[in-house]
């Protein structure tokens, strides 16, 4: 079903999830579909941002070359995923919530649409789905980039089955009519969707996918097999809780006790106190691993083990409990700041090697019950940052209970490399870039303004180099050197033209396609031919910048009509040129008089073929029926004439 049918934009709906028959009764705390931005741009230049989970905030902004024609945000009233669809019983259904219509970026089997969403942060490695839907005579082949570049497998993206939701019998489902059967098929080898075999235009087709590793990158490349083709997108996430209590060995439960909590990206994500009764929550995180939470104890306690503690909210709800108590005289304590005094967060400080801390949110670290006397206390740079500071001296004196304050330790950040990615002067996302140096290898991806950071690298020589991507065409360089030593290189630019597309019919003056027709595309560098198809269209895509010559050869037994050359410039934007159109009509051919011999046949009009269609034409005998019938008539007239002087000569 070409379910594009308008709608307002509405926020996300969160749905509770004790919801009977919606959501099922596990530890998921909520479940939201995500909200769109609307959509803007123009065909083939479109652009959008979408908002999939809130805490942590997980954000994309797409870009897609799509031609026009019912694009955009739609207001899911009247096409939905209902609960009785596998990914509805999991996330709820959708009722309401806003889904995004695309096309390819021509009507033909050989312009796919190329859609990216290049998000914010890397993903959570769970919690989260995509769907898409309409995959009935079309085909959609997915590539997702991780957070360092690297394409994921089919096992990673996470393919969960294909549905059909319009099927009969489906609860909550919406008033389209679906076969249950009726679903698209999984290439694991290619990562493709591929509707019905038929390539029928039917309705409801979809297929739900839940990525297990973090993804920097999502790219959808559509293509139309028959029918007039839109394919539907929809995200959504669930939210799970965070709680616990911070308690002290003396005095029991303490109100308002600091508490942050850090994601798997390094990112603090939420910050909270203590209430009364000492306990503390984080409601409504995205239902993922590699959270930490840390406490900051009170002036005058010390955390009873590790100030920190990893949660995993994948399957569950979690907790995090802290135990303090006093300080025993003497205290040590310190602060790990980069270069700019910005507190370190997570860094491993040692005592002599044997009593190990790590800093808190503040870049704070403190010990208690160190022995008197001299001890060397060492600070581990996490990876990106050194120190040129030494080991810090530390003398415990004795019998003195006045709290040691060393200094501030300083770590210093290795340079950045960074760059963008531009096409006619437009940052292009999603794509690939490798730093190489002494065979270490790291990798970005282009963000949605086509900028590339690496991060804190160790100083040397780096070969910087571009993946082309599919649709584009590099313009210069893909790769460059360069020199890194202790301060940030940037602008390590790369340009690219996107490549543009070309399509149309042959037809008759009467409006039929004309299949088998060949048309030559021409350019400075040579030329290639087409064939219309059944439908008499062609078209051809992947160009790069240029001028384009379009001739149609005439089929035996027709002349065209209008011009028999068409010409096309594509420039760095890549556009795409469709409706450019042909049109036949059958040659008619004057027999010469048979009274005179001298009036000769012209040589240039091809004889008649006979009966029955012509070849690779489509034009069949009711095409010259008009043709025959005047012919009939001058044949007719040519006999009265040789009768009428005859019967003169008698006279």
């Avoid at 306690?301 to 108590?325: C, H, N, P, Y």
């Avoid at 790369?494 to 396609?513: C, D, I, M, N, Y």
Wanted: hydrophobic share 35%; charged share 15%; glycine share 12%.
């Amino acid at each position: 079903m070409r379910a594009a049918r308008g709608g307002l934009l509405a926020g996300a709906t969160v749905l509770v999830a004790t919801l009977v028959g919606v959501i099922p009764a596990a530890a998921a705390t909520t479940t939201s579909w995500a909200s769109w931005q609307p959509l803007t741009g123009t065909s083939g230049a479109y652009t959008t941002t979408v908002e999939i989970a809130a805490q942590p905030a997980m954000t994309a902004t797409m870009t897609s070359d799509s031609r026009s024609g019912q694009v955009g945000v739609i207001s899911g009233s009247t096409n939905w995923l209902s609960q009785g669809t596998p990914v509805g019983a999991k996330y709820g259904t959708s009722l309401n919530e806003q889904y995004l219509n695309l096309r390819p970026k021509v009507d033909n089997a050989t312009s796919p649409s190329t859609t990216t969403y290049s998000f914010a942060s890397p993903t959570p490695a769970s919690g989260w789905t995509f769907v898409l839907g309409d995959i009935d005579a079309d085909s959609v082949r997915i590539q997702a980039l991780g957070a360092n570049g690297q394409a994921l497998t089919e096992e990673q993206l996470g393919f969960q089955g294909g549905f059909n939701y319009c099927a009969p019998g489906l609860a909550g489902k919406p008033s389209c009519t679906g076969d249950a059967a009726d679903v698209p098929t999984w290439d694991t080898a290619t990562q493709t969707l591929t509707g019905n075999a038929a390539a029928a235009d039917t309705s409801g087709a979809a297929a739900w996918f839940e990525p297990s590793v973090p993804i920097t990158s999502l790219t959808f490349f559509f293509t139309r097999r028959a029918g007039f083709p839109v394919y539907q997108t929809w995200f959504a996430s669930i939210a799970r809780d965070i709680s616990g209590t911070v308690t002290d060995q003396a005095d029991g439960v303490l109100e308002g006790v600091a508490l942050s909590l850090t994601d798997a990206n390094g990112d603090i994500v939420g910050t909270t106190t203590t209430g009364a009764g000492g306990t503390y929550s984080f409601p409504g995180f995205v239902a993922t691993g590699g959270y930490t939470v840390r406490v900051t104890p009170p002036d005058g306690k010390i955390a009873v083990g590790s100030t920190s503690q990893a949660v995993d909210l994948t399957t569950d709800d979690d907790v995090a409990d802290f135990e303090v108590r006093n300080i025993v005289p003497v205290a040590v304590s310190g602060r790990v700041v980069d270069g700019e005094g910005n507190p370190v967060a997570g860094v491993t400080v040692t005592v002599d090697g044997t009593q190990t801390t790590t800093t808190d949110a503040d870049g704070n670290y403190l010990f208690d019950e160190v022995a008197v006397g001299p001890h060397t206390v060492v600070v581990t740079p996490p990876p990106g940052f050194s120190t040129t500071d030494p080991t810090e001296p530390l003398v415990v004196p004795e019998d003195s209970e006045v709290p040691i304050i060393l200094d501030d330790f300083v770590l210093v950040e290795n340079p950045d490399l960074s760059g963008a990615v531009r096409a006619n002067g437009t940052g292009v996302a999603g794509v690939v870039i490798t730093a190489s140096s002494g065979g270490d290898v790291v990798t970005a991806v282009t963000d949605a303004s086509g900028a590339y950071r690496f991060p804190r690298l160790p100083s040397g020589e780096y070969e910087v180099t571009m993946t082309t991507p599919d649709g584009y065409t590099a313009t210069g360089p893909v790769s460059r050197t360069e020199d890194l030593d202790a301060t940030d290189v940037a602008n390590v630019d790369f340009e690219l033209a996107r490549s543009g597309a070309l399509a149309g019919v042959v037809r008759t003056e009467g409006g039929a396609p004309v299949s088998g027709v060949v048309i030559t595309v021409g350019t400075d560098e040579g030329s290639q031919q087409l064939t219309t198809d059944a439908d008499g269209s062609y078209g051809l895509d992947d160009l790069s910048p240029g001028t384009y010559t379009l001739t149609i050869t005439a089929p035996s037994g027709s002349t065209i009509v209008g011009p028999s050359t068409l010409t096309v410039v594509v420039t760095a934007a890549g556009e795409t040129f469709v409706d450019q159109d042909f049109t036949l009509a059958a040659a008619v051919v004057i027999p010469p008089d048979p009274t005179d011999p001298t009036d000769p046949t012209d040589p240039s009009t091809p004889p008649s073929t006979g009966g029955g269609q012509l070849p690779g034409t489509g034009l069949g005998p009711e095409t010259f029926a008009w043709a025959a019938g005047g012919a009939a008539v001058l044949v007719l007239g040519v006999v009265l004439f040789l009768i009428a002087r005859r019967r003169a000569n008698r006279d």
